[in-house]
């Protein structure tokens, strides 16, 4: 895999660095000590190029082998940056993967095409929300719920803070979410998924996970970066959808089309949730749109996944999303239906709106 780093250095300095990042995120020890030579010829990175990219500024490509990261994506990770996000002077930009990669980590189980048909969505954007705020009661969520999966919205997740608090327990909320959701789709014959939110350690996760199962959830949500890149791959054989939350990815150095597009995708992500331009966030309509190609650009053997703009959207924006986007695309609006005084009505509304769409794409 060829691996590119924009590192701080001067001119004269950089062919040496750029030696130091492939071996720190090769071998990790003298090269001249090694004496095994596959290791010498195979596993010890390479640096493959240097371009200058700015004053003082350069782009280095490092060649490292797949073998080294166990086709795990927790490991793949602390192959492309672990020690080297250390060095406050260097960002992780972009990897080019082998066709093994593929093979071996096999990305999202549904992606877009599974997800619309879980939902039954068409060809029009699917829609999404969630359920907030943290601190209220499992009567509260479940009633809205309800009213969420009456109105037809795709895809109810449970807010990123929504965890086991004593508020809300776990296992008890996600049965009464469930069934609030079950009971509002055989009254209208959608096919609404809840996605509640697994959080913790691998114990907990499995406990949450089988909970969930019990429950008869049709989707989960997961925070990778908190939760770990090899908890989201893991997850894919489950059987279940898998929407990501960046929840922590703006702490690294690490480009975010590459970690939220190919990283999370590689992983598993079936949709991959990310700040939208001029909501809360400070996301530009160009960085907007390279997360959303990269997570839908042709990948050989790797399922597109669907981008999910959110951030304080609004159901006003919803034409100038599909614009911007296109159809395959999930539009995840949450607050501002929540302060709508009838919120029933105003997710009716912003479903109408976004199934009126499919005659426009």
Not at 72 to 79: C, D, F, H, I, V
Not at 302 to 320: F, H, K, L, T
Request: net charge negative; with cysteine; glycine share 10%.
């Amino acid at each position: 895999m060829q691996v590119i780093y924009r590192v701080q250095a001067m001119s004269r300095d950089i062919e040496a660095r750029a030696r130091a990042i492939a071996v720190e995120q090769s071998v990790e020890m003298p090269p001249h000590a090694l004496r095994n030579r596959r290791v010498s010829d195979h596993i010890l990175g390479r640096v493959e190029n240097i371009v200058a990219d700015g004053p003082q500024h350069h782009r280095v490509t490092i060649g490292l082998s797949m073998e080294t990261t166990g086709f795990e994506a927790g490991q793949l990770m602390n192959m492309l940056f672990g020690n080297s996000s250390l060095h406050p002077d260097m960002e992780l930009i972009d990897v080019d993967f082998p066709p093994s990669a593929a093979d071996a980590f096999g990305g999202p189980r549904f992606g877009i095409e599974g997800l619309r048909e879980q939902v039954h969505a068409g060809l029009r954007p699917l829609t999404c929300t969630a359920l907030k705020p943290q601190g209220s009661t499992i009567d509260e969520l479940a009633r809205l719920a309800g009213n969420f999966a009456a109105a037809g919205i795709d895809i109810i997740k449970d807010d990123h803070g929504l965890a086991d608090q004593a508020s809300a327990p776990f296992d008890t909320r996600v049965c009464a979410i469930q069934r609030a959701v079950t009971a509002a789709n055989r009254a209208t014959g959608r096919h609404s998924l809840y996605a509640p939110s697994l959080t913790g350690g691998p114990r907990r996760q499995l406990a949450q996970l089988q909970s969930a199962r019990d429950a008869g959830v049709g989707a989960i949500l997961l925070a990778p970066m908190i939760s770990g890149l090899g908890a989201l791959q893991e997850l894919t054989a489950e059987g279940l959808p898998i929407l990501a939350h960046p929840a922590l990815a703006g702490a690294g150095r690490i480009r975010m089309p590459l970690l939220l597009g190919k990283l999370f995708r590689l992983s598993g992500a079936d949709a991959v949730i990310y700040p939208n331009h001029g909501g809360r966030f400070s996301f530009s309509p160009d960085l907007c749109h390279d997360l959303a190609d990269t997570l839908r650009a042709p990948w050989p053997g790797i399922a597109a996944s669907i981008p999910v703009p959110a951030g304080g959207m609004n159901p006003e924006r919803v034409d100038e999303l599909v614009d911007f986007y296109g159809r395959d695309v999930m539009l995840l609006i949450g607050g501002a239906l929540l302060e709508a005084e009838d919120v029933a009505a105003a997710a009716r509304s912003f479903v109408d709106r976004v199934a009126a769409m499919e005659a426009r794409t």
